[in-house]
C-alpha cells in the first residue's frame, strides 16, 4: 500500500498591509500527516483524539481539499489520511491550510505528481472554504510553495514567488478565541480611496523590501491604515505588544491571518529572542495563556519525510 | 554669470494600477530649461513666446518649485529661468512636473548639489500643487531619479527606486483637454474593498515584475479595476485603442496620469511601432488630432546639458 507522510508548515497570511494578496510560510509549528492510497472512491480521515475537528471528509479541510482532487481524477482510487495536528486551530497561523494543503501534496506525490502547485493551491482553496466560508489562498499558497507568495489574482489564480532576505519570525499565540468569519464579518464592505492609496504604496514598498533585500523598507512598509485598525480590537495587549517589539528590536508586524496570533520579523535571532519576551510579559501581565515560537522562513512548504527515519515524524 | 542647462522629461504618473504611488520616466519628449544664479532674491521666468503659461512665479509651476527651494536657503540669491516647453501642458505626461523638477534640479546644481534628490522632489510637488491643486510626487519622482519610482509615502516623503527590464513606451497624446483638477474630481472618495484587494494584488505584482525582469507578469498586473474605468470615459475612443494595442502585441498600458494621453509598455521596439499605428488608426477614424511619440524609459531623469555643444539645445 503506497503511503507518504508530509510536513505541512503554519503559515502568516496577510503580512499586515497585504490583506488577502500576501502570506509566509514558517519552519515552525507544523502538522504531521500521513496519507495512504485506497483502491476505493473514497476519503477517510483519522484525526487521532487530540483534537475536536470533523472527520467526516466534507467538513474537514483536508477532506475537502482530497475531495476537490478526487473531482479531476477519472480512476477508482482514494485515500486514508492521518493528522498530527499540532498547529492549533483558530490560531491565526494557517492551521486549517496547513491541513488542506498538507493533504493536496502528499495525495500528488502518492500519483506521482501529476498536478501543478497552482492546481494544488486551487484544490486546497476548496478546503479553505469549509474553514472560513472563503476561498483564500494566503495561507495555502506560501504553505504549498514555500517562502512568501503574492496572490495577484484569485480568479485566474496567479501565484507570485517573492524572495526575501533571511529573517527571524516571532510568534505568539493567546489563547483566546478569534473566529475567522468573525474577523471578517466587523470589516467594512468600503474603504476611502486614500487610506487605499497609503496601502498601496506600503504593499509596492513590501513586495520591493522583500525583492531587493532592503530590512529597513519592508520595516516602514509593515503598515495597515485599513484592516488592522478593525481587527486590532478584538486582541487584548495588541497594541503594547506590537510597540514594544518593535522597541526591541523588530522591524515591524502586526496580526497574523485574522488573528489571534501577532507576529513580528525580526533580522536575527537574538533580537527574535528580545521580541519573544516582550510578547510573553504583555500576556504574562494581562494574564492571558498564550504559546509563543521563534522560527525562520520555511522557503520549501509541504515536503515529505522518509518514514525510515521515523524520530521525525513525533519531534514537532 | 553660473548658467546651466538641462533637459527635463516627460513622465507617466499611475502605470494603470499605481493610482498616485507609481512613475515612469521617458526619454521624450523633454523640456529644455536654462537656470542662471542671481545676487538678488528674487525668481524670474521667461517663458519665450511658445506656450501661455504665467511668467509669475507663484503661479508657474517651476518658479513656484524654485520658490520653495529659496524658502530654504538663507542667502541673496535668486534664478532666472528661460523654459524651452515642447511638453504640452495638460497633456498628462507631467507637463507641470517636467518644469516643477527641471528647475530644481537645474537651481541645485549652480548650488554645488547642497540638497539630495528628496529635498528636490519635495520642492517639485510645491510646484505641482500649483498645476492641480495637490502636492503629488508620481511625476516629479520619477522624473528626478529617472527610471520606476515607487512613492510608498508622502508624508513622510519615501521614494523607492524600482529597476526594470528596457521597455519601449508609444504614447499617443489626442488633442483634447482632460484637466487635472477634472479627472480628480470625478473620482469616488470610497472604493469596495473586494476592489481595494485586486488593486494591491495588481501593485504588489507590477512592482515584482519589473524587480523580476518578468515581462508577462507587468502584463497581466497593467490591470486598474478602480480608476480607470471612471476616467476613462472622459477619452474618446480608449477601450478600442486600449484593445487593439493589446493585440498588436503590447504587454499592456492605459491612461497616462490624468489623461488624455494613453501608454503602452512594449517589449521591442517593432511591436512599440505596430502599436504606435493602432493608435494613429483608432484617432484618424475619429477624426482627432494627435501627436504620439515611441521612446523608452529615461533611467537618468532631469539632466545637465553641455553648453559647449548648443546643438542639443533645439533637437528636441
Redesign the interface.
Known amino acids: 500500500m503506497k503511503t507518504v507522510t508530509v510536513y505541512a508548515p503554519a503559515t502568516i497570511a496577510n503580512l499586515v498591509?497585504?490583506?488577502?494578496?500576501?502570506g509566509l510560510c514558517l519552519n515552525e509549528p507544523y502538522d504531521i500527516m500521513q496519507v495512504t492510497l485506497l483502491d476505493e472512491r473514497k476519503v477517510v480521515i483519522d484525526m487521532g483524539d487530540t483534537h475536536l475537528l470533523p472527520s467526516d471528509p466534507a467538513l474537514n479541510t483536508a477532506g475537502a481539499s482530497l475531495m476537490e482532487m478526487l473531482n479531476e481524477i477519472n480512476k477508482n482510487i482514494g485515500f486514508h489520511l492521518t493528522i498530527q495536528k499540532n498547529i492549533k486551530p483558530g490560531s491565526g497561523i494557517g492551521s486549517s491550510a496547513a491541513s488542506a494543503a498538507g493533504a493536496a501534496v502528499a495525495a500528488n506525490h502518492l500519483l506521482g505528481n501529476i498536478f501543478s502547485k497552482t492546481d494544488l493551491v486551487r484544490f486546497a482553496m476548496a478546503g479553505e472554504k469549509v474553514a472560513s466560508g472563503v476561498k483564500h489562498a494566503d495561507n495555502v499558497a506560501p504553505c504549498i510553495y514555500g517562502g512568501i507568495s503574492?496572490?495577484?489574482?484569485i480568479f485566474p489564480l496567479?501565484i507570485?514567488a517573492?524572495s526575501s532576505p533571511s529573517l527571524f519570525v516571532a510568534v505568539v499565540h493567546p489563547q483566546i478565541e478569534v473566529r475567522t468569519s468573525d474577523a471578517r464579518q466587523i470589516?467594512?464592505?468600503?474603504?476611502?480611496?486614500?487610506d487605499?492609496?497609503?496601502?498601496?504604496?506600503?504593499?509596492?514598498?513590501?513586495?520591493?523590501g522583500f525583492?531587493?533585500n532592503d530590512l529597513d523598507?519592508i520595516g516602514?512598509?509593515l503598515e495597515d491604515v485599513?484592516i488592522e485598525p478593525v481587527r486590532s480590537i478584538l486582541i487584548p495587549g495588541f497594541n503594547e505588544i506590537k510597540m514594544n517589539c518593535k522597541k526591541a528590536g523588530a522591524l515591524g508586524g502586526g496580526i497574523s491571518g485574522s488573528g489571534p496570533s501577532i507576529f513580528m520579523l525580526c533580522k536575527n535571532e537574538i533580537i527574535a529572542a528580545d521580541v519573544e519576551n516582550e510578547m510573553k510579559n504583555v500576556y504574562d501581565k494581562i494574564g492571558i495563556a498564550y504559546h509563543t515560537y521563534v522560527t525562520t522562513i520555511n522557503t520549501q512548504g509541504v515536503r515529505t519525510v522518509n518514514l525510515k527515519h521515523p524520530e521525525f515524524l513525533y519531534s514537532p
Do not use: E, T
Not at 498591509?17 to 500576501?22: A, I, K
Not at 470589516?187 to 486614500?194: A, R, S
Open positions: 498591509c497585504g490583506f488577502d494578496v500576501l503574492l496572490i495577484r489574482s496567479d507570485i517573492i470589516l467594512k464592505k468600503q474603504v476611502l480611496l486614500k487605499a492609496i497609503k496601502q498601496w504604496g506600503n504593499i509596492g514598498g513590501l513586495v520591493a525583492l531587493k523598507l516602514r512598509s485599513i
